[in-house]
C-alpha cells in the first residue's frame, strides 16, 4: 500500500467527516441559548483535551500504527489495549445505523416516499444497501477512503452550513421572530436540574470520534506537523459550526414543533420558503446534499476502528483470518464480520420499532457509556505515557510541560467520567413507568460488553505474535465466493447486495 497518501486537507476532512454533522443541529437547538455554553464548555474541557493528548500519543516513536489499541498496549498493557479498541469498535456498528436512519429520511422526503421512513421491511432493505455499498467502497483503499471523507465533508457539511448561515442571518437582519429568548441568564443553564446535566452529555458525544482518524497517521504528509495542526482547526471549527448551526435552527424553528430526526430539513424549508416559495425544490436538493454528507461520515468509519482491531489481529488476539489484507491494504474480513454485526443491528433496531421503542434506547446508550469505557483507559494510559514514559520520543507534546498535561487530561478525565454517570439517567423520552426497566437493561448490557474483550482476550492463543507483522494478503482462492461473487485480476470487485447503516 502506498504511504503518505494523505494531504493535510484529505486527513482534515476524513476526521472532519467522523466528528462533524449538520444533522445533529436540532438536538444542540433544543438547549435554546445553552448550546453556546455547552458547545464551548465540552469544545475546551473535553473535545480539546482528546484532541491534544491524541496527538501527542499518535507521534510518539514507534505508536504510529494502530491508533487507541497501540496507545493503551504501551501504557497499560496488551489486555486493556485490546478492549480500548474493542469498545471503539464495538460502538460504531450501532452508531452506523442510526446515521444511516438520518439518511433514509431525508431520502424519503427526497424521493416522497414515507415508505422508506415508516416501513420496518423497507427501511431495513434501504438500510442493507446503504451500508453495504459504502463498506464496499471502502475496500480500495484509503485513497478511496479520503475522496469520499473530502467529497462527503465539502457537500454534505461546508456547503449546507454555509446556506444555512447565510439565511438565517438574513432572516435575523430581516427582523423577523425569533423562537428563543436572548439575555444573559439564558446563556448561562441552571445545573440544579439533572435534566441540564443529561442534556450536556449530548454535547460530549458529539465530538467523539476524533481520535479514530489517528490510525491513518502513517499514511500522513508530514504528520508531525500536519496531525496536531488538523486537531487544532477541527476543534475551532467544530465549536463554530455546531453553535452557529445550532443557533440558526433554534432561532427559526419553535421548540415544540422541531424533530430531532428532520429538524434541519425542517430549517431549510422554513428559511428557503419564507424568502421564496417557489424554491421548494432547493429543499430538496440540500435535503440530498447533506444525507450524502453523512455517507462520507459512515464510510469514514467504516475502515478507522477496524484498522485498529487489526493492529489487534496483527499481535495474534484474534484469529490469524484477521491479518488479512487484500492488494490495497484493507483487512477485509474484519470488515466484512463487521458489516455482519451492523446488519444483525439493523434488524434489532428495524424490527423492533424503527427506532422508537425502549431497545433502541438502550441500545443508543450502551453506545455512549462503553465508548466513554474507552476514552477512560485513553485517558488513563496518557497519565501513564507523561510520567512513567516520559523518555519516549515524541514529535509534539501537549504545552505546559507535565503540570499542564496533567491538567489537559485531567479535565478530559473527569468530563468522561461524568458522562458516563450520567448518561445511566434514563432520557425524558422514556415513560416515568419504565426508568427502572431501562436501567437493569442497560446495566447488564454494560456489565457484559465490558467484560467480552476481557474475555476475548484470555482464550486467545498465548503462542500468537508477540510483535506486529506484515499484513498478509488475501489471494483469488481465500474469497469466499458468498460474499465476494466476483474477484477479478488484482482487485477484487465486489459486485453483490449493499447494505447501509445511519446515526
Not at 433544543?30 to 475546551?44: R, Y
Not at 438520518?102 to 414515507?114: D, E, H, K, R, T
Not at 434489532?348 to 441500545?363: P, Y
Not at 477512560?376 to 507534546?397: A, C, D, P, Q, S
Request: one cysteine or more.
Amino acid at each position: 500500500m502506498d504511504k503518505k497518501q494523505l494531504s493535510l486537507f484529505g486527513f482534515f476532512a476524513l476526521t472532519a467527516s467522523m466528528v462533524l454533522t449538520v444533522y445533529e443541529y436540532p438536538t444542540f437547538a433544543t438547549s435554546q441559548l445553552h448550546l453556546v455554553f455547552f458547545l464551548l464548555l465540552g469544545g475546551i474541557l473535553w473535545f480539546l483535551p482528546v484532541a491534544l493528548c491524541a496527538a501527542e500519543m499518535a507521534t510518539v516513536e514507534g505508536w504510529k500504527d494502530g491508533g487507541i489499541f497501540t496507545w493503551v498496549s504501551q501504557t497499560l498493557g496488551e489486555r486493556f489495549g485490546f478492549a480500548a479498541i474493542f469498545f471503539q469498535w464495538f460502538q460504531i456498528t450501532v452508531g452506523f445505523i442510526t446515521m444511516i436512519y438520518f439518511i433514509l429520511g431525508a431520502l424519503s422526503y427526497v424521493l416522497n416516499f414515507p415508505a422508506l421512513n415508516t416501513d420496518p421491511f423497507i427501511k431495513f432493505i434501504g438500510v442493507l444497501v446503504i451500508f453495504w455499498a459504502l463498506t464496499f467502497s471502502q475496500l480500495g483503499g484509503t485513497k478511496w477512503t479520503a475522496k469520499i471523507a473530502k467529497a462527503g465533508f465539502s457537500i454534505g457539511i461546508v456547503i449546507p452550513s454555509i446556506v444555512l448561515f447565510g439565511l438565517a442571518a438574513a432572516y435575523f437582519i430581516g427582523g423577523n421572530p425569533i423562537q428563543m429568548t436572548i439575555s444573559a441568564k439564558a446563556f448561562i443553564p441552571d445545573f440544579s436540574q439533572l435534566s441540564t446535566l443529561v442534556v450536556f452529555v449530548s454535547f460530549i458525544l458529539a465530538y467523539m470520534g476524533v481520535e479514530a482518524s489517528a490510525s491513518h497517521i502513517n499514511e500522513l504528509e508530514n504528520p508531525q506537523r500536519n496531525y496536531p495542526l488538523a486537531m487544532f482547526l477541527l476543534v475551532i471549527l467544530a465549536i463554530a459550526l455546531d453553535a452557529i448551526g445550532g443557533f440558526s435552527v433554534a432561532a427559526v424553528i419553535p421548540q415544540k414543533e422541531l424533530s430531532l430526526s428532520a429538524g434541519v430539513i425542517q430549517t431549510f424549508e422554513s428559511l428557503i420558503l419564507h424568502f421564496n416559495s417557489h424554491l421548494g425544490w432547493l429543499v430538496k436538493v440540500i435535503a440530498l446534499m447533506i444525507a450524502f454528507g453523512v455517507m462520507g461520515e459512515v464510510s469514514s468509519w467504516v475502515v478507522g476502528p477496524s484498522r485498529g482491531m487489526f493492529a489487534a489481529a496483527q499481535r495474534g488476539l484474534l484469529p490469524a483470518f484477521f491479518r488479512k489484507t487484500n492488494k490495497q491494504g484493507v483487512p477485509v474480513p474484519l470488515i466484512m464480520v463487521q458489516g455482519i454485526i451492523v446488519t444483525i443491528w439493523g434488524a434489532v433496531l428495524t424490527f423492533g420499532g424503527g427506532g422508537n421503542n425502549l431497545s433502541f434506547l438502550v441500545a443508543i446508550s450502551l453506545t455512549v457509556v462503553i465508548y466513554l469505557v474507552g476514552y477512560l483507559l485513553f485517558f488513563i494510559g496518557y497519565f501513564v505515557l507523561i510520567y512513567k514514559k516520559k523518555e519516549l520520543k515524541r514529535t509534539y507534546n501537549v504545552p505546559g510541560k507535565t503540570l499542564g498535561k496533567t491538567i489537559i487530561g485531567g479535565l478530559g478525565f473527569i468530563l468522561s467520567v461524568f458522562a458516563l454517570l450520567i448518561s445511566f439517567v434514563p432520557p425524558a423520552s422514556i415513560a416515568a413507568s419504565e426508568h427502572r426497566t431501562y436501567q437493569i437493561i442497560l446495566l447488564i448490557s454494560f456489565v457484559v460488553t465490558i467484560l467480552l474483550p476481557l474475555i476475548i482476550y484470555e482464550l486467545h492463543d498465548k503462542k500468537g505474535h508477540t510483535t506486529i507483522e506484515e499484513p498478509t494478503h488475501l489471494k483469488a482462492l481465500d474469497v469466499n465466493p458468498a460474499v465476494y461473487p466476483a474477484a477479478r485480476g488484482e482487485h477484487h470487485i465486489i459486485q453483490k447486495e449493499e447494505h447501509t447503516l445511519k446515526h
